[in-house]
């Protein structure tokens, strides 16, 4: 079975790893901190009391500012990250310098003595669309980290083993509800190309790791009364 790989998501061609997805809603991979509760902040990705702490510096090349690098960034009086086993497996997401830009960080090591996050050579060296990361990371910024086992702690959550193939899930209570999906498939679902006067009713199409609809050159193609879902990338194009 094809598991895909967790890599540089930063990047729109990247073709992603698989989702879970129950009762049309995509599943969060285990993450730390969780989704935040409170006021609505980013969409609840952030917590606002998680932020980073601690970073390198350098200049930056285009502000001449002084610009945390990404080799890495201190994590601060946290205790959870040095109960990770598998560092080489968890990515940090970050609004690393400019709130409007974000990065997916690979870790390469917790030092649980400095408090620090430490990531791997691709990441350090790594670009966004095309473009060199000139920017790094900012104090007091905040991140999420995911991908972790040892962080499977509410519902709606889930880990995947890609060495024994086992998938970890806490399911809502409400799980006889809906359907569960895990999407495996790397190519659109549906791709039209030059063609006219197609009509698409009724039908549930989703569940791709690349978009899910493309259509290119063609006229008057209609879906009605069905529902697009669970998109990696997006839902129609």
Not at 5 to 12: M, R
Not at 14 to 22: A, G, H, K, T
Not at 37 to 57: R, T
Not at 211 to 225: K, R
Request: proline fraction near 6%.
């Amino acid at each position: 079975t094809d598991y895909g790989v967790l890599e540089n998501l930063s990047s729109p061609e990247v073709i992603r790893p698989p989702d879970l997805v129950f009762a049309y809603e995509r599943q969060d991979l285990a993450r730390w901190p969780n989704r935040y509760k409170g006021k609505v902040v980013d969409n609840h990705l952030f917590d606002p009391s998680i932020l980073i702490e601690d970073a390198d510096c350098e200049h930056d090349q285009h502000q001449g500012q002084c610009t945390p690098k990404i080799d890495w960034f201190g994590y601060g009086q946290q205790n959870a990250p040095a109960t990770w086993k598998r560092p080489k497996e968890i990515w940090l997401f970050a609004r690393p310098y400019w709130q409007w830009n974000h990065w997916y960080f690979n870790l390469d090591r917790v030092d649980a003595a400095a408090k620090r996050f430490y990531f791997s050579a691709a990441s350090r060296k790594q670009t966004h669309a095309g473009e060199p990361n000139y920017f790094g990371i900012r104090k007091k910024h905040p991140y999420f980290a995911f991908n972790i086992l040892e962080e499977l702690d509410v519902e709606g959550e889930w880990y995947l083993d890609r060495q024994s193939g086992k998938l970890y899930y806490y399911p809502p209570a409400n799980v006889s509800a809906g359907k569960l999906w895990f999407s495996v498939l790397d190519k659109p679902l549906v791709k039209i190309d030059g063609a006219k006067h197609i009509r698409f009713e009724a039908l549930n199409l989703g569940l791709s790791r690349n978009d899910v609809v493309v259509v290119d050159s063609g006229e008057n193609i209609a879906f009605v009364g069905g529902r697009i879902f669970s998109g990696a990338r997006r839902g129609a194009w």
